[in-house]
């Protein structure tokens, strides 16, 4: 079957850096992406990777190695609005995103 | 950057009643969009996919009778949700895409609570 890991909550400090892990099984791959929701509102595109390597977008960037099933989204310099829920979705061979379950983040000062 | 537009933001209606929700593209031809739906503190859950001019593909477990989907131009796809119940309530949230691969551009989103 096809599937999204990623863990459920992680906390981290303002001014830090945190890393989001994301791993993927799916039926062929079209590529990567990872979207920021915050709690009530809906979904705000962050990234798509479909080449393996680092794509860096001011604070964030994102990492994919399609060889091992992986990304990972890296937050630099924290802030407060950081605070959210970071989704990560594989595009399989049909073109239909498989979406994990959300990793909720937690800026503390 | 493109821009979807989903409306209303928030409905309160009666059990029984049917409310209706849009989803539109403002610069850009959408040719699938999907309707998803979001429990409180759950992950987004496809409800249907919906192309330009064809019938809705519907999820498993998901009553094409009772959310009607229609797709009728390349830039408006509206949701209907019929004979709302209580357990209906919940945040629906639209995307689209000009094509295969593109990333999904969500609209705001409708809150949606049958009393």
Redesign the interface.
Known sequence: GQNIDQPTEMTATEGAIVQINCTYQTSGF??L?W?QQHA??????LS?N?LDGLEEKGRFSSFLSRSKGYSYLLLKELQMKDSASY?CAA?DSN???I????TKLIIKP | GAVVS?HPSWVICKSGTSVKIECRSLDFQATTM?WYRQFPK???M?MA?SNEGSKATYEQGVEKDKFLINHASLTLSTLTVTSAHPEDSS?Y?CSARDR??S???????T?LTVT
């Open positions: 079209n590529g992406f979207y009530g509102e809906a979904p705000t595109f798509y479909v989704l595009l073109y239909q995103l979406w994990g379950a959300g | 989903q999907f759950q992950s987004l496809l996919t945040f949230i295969e691969g990333p999904l551009h969500f609209g705001n989103g809150r």
